[in-house]
């Protein structure tokens, strides 16, 4: 956002303010008041004009400008009603040498998961990629897929649902003692670099969160099911600051991790190039792989599809 609309924008807020006064303040014209103004009325912020000046009465809209204000995080927004798929986009920004950006759709019409899954992605859910270019190795990429569950947990958890992570990046609804589930969330990371360095990283993170179950697959659910409504605009404002939170926190992921997963102590088959790996999950190490305790031993998987099991 500007940083002039965001100094009038912040002054409104703290009551009527005459247009002069602003002008005198920001050492700008009347006109260039008006402009702005008139500018962020189109952005959709609720500004009255009254005798005693202008006054800032809601800003509530999902949209960019809107997110931006008041985030306590140093991301801007694009924000997009409709787009193939946040990831794409992103991918191209950072390509361009964006980076503390977050691309934000209302609907994605190509969303995609792990694997090419499709993702459905309909209107009022927070479909979100997040461009990072962090001074960590590759091999530590994966802590950033984490960080962005451990956020997207916390956060629903923050809106009433009893959200749990479910390996690596699942944000997952438990369902019985059995560690079944309904999918609420999920995190697909990207990243570009070379063999000691990150060039950029794209964290996309996909969340049903104002959405009728009826429009989602039968295994999915929503925080509108769970829990009802939520502002998506505080919603996404959480989200953001979490995960700006914990990149610059990274001892702090992992154990976060292992506090909200639900896929700790459960029977698990882990699907890999290499082969099928069944056993007990027991732990996940500090770059993120899962331990998994099989008939033959302890082994650590880095990457797979995660299935849980019904006990034996």
Excluded at 53 to 63: I, Q, R, T
Excluded at 100 to 129: C, F, H, I, K
Excluded at 152 to 180: F, L
């Amino acid at each position: 956002m500007n940083e002039t609309r965001r100094a009038i924008l912040e002054r409104i807020a703290e009551g009527p303010v005459s247009g002069p006064d602003l002008a005198d303040e920001l050492e700008i014209s009347r006109a260039a008041v008006w402009k702005h103004i008139e500018g962020l009325r189109d952005a959709e912020f609720e500004i009255e004009s009254g005798s005693s000046g202008y006054e800032l009465v809601s800003a509530d809209a999902y949209n960019g400008p809107a997110i931006e204000y008041e985030l306590e995080a140093p991301f801007s927004v694009e924000y997009h009603d409709s787009v193939a798929n946040t990831n794409e986009l992103a991918r191209e920004r950072a390509v361009d040498g964006a980076t503390n950006l977050a691309v934000l759709a209302d609907e994605q019409t190509g969303g995609r998961g792990r694997l090419e899954r499709e993702w459905s992605s309909p209107p009022g859910g927070v479909w979100v990629s997040l461009v990072t270019r962090p001074a960590i190795a590759p091999s530590q990429a994966p802590l950033y897929t984490l960080a962005a569950a451990v956020s997207a947990t916390r956060v629903a958890r923050e809106a009433g649902v009893d959200a749990r992570i479910k390996w690596p990046n699942d944000v997952v609804i438990p369902e019985g003692e059995d560690g079944d589930y309904r999918k609420l969330a999920g995190v697909l990371t990207e990243m570009e670099g070379e063999t000691d360095r990150i060039e950029w990283l794209v964290v996309g993170i996909g969340i049903n969160a104002n959405v009728d179950a009826d429009v989602l697959p039968e295994e999915a659910t929503s925080v509108r099911e769970e829990a009802g409504d939520v502002d998506r605009r505080r919603f996404v404002q959480r989200l953001i600051e979490e995960f700006d939170r914990l990149r610059g926190t990274v001892d702090e992921i992992v154990p976060a991790w292992r506090e909200l997963t639900l896929t700790l102590g459960q029977r698990v088959r882990v699907d890999r190039p290499a082969g099928e790996v069944v056993g007990e999950a027991v732990n996940v190490t500090e770059s993120g792989a899962l331990v998994v305790e099989t008939e033959d031993g302890r082994e650590t998987v880095s990457a797979g599809d995660c299935e849980h099991l019904r006990p034996v």
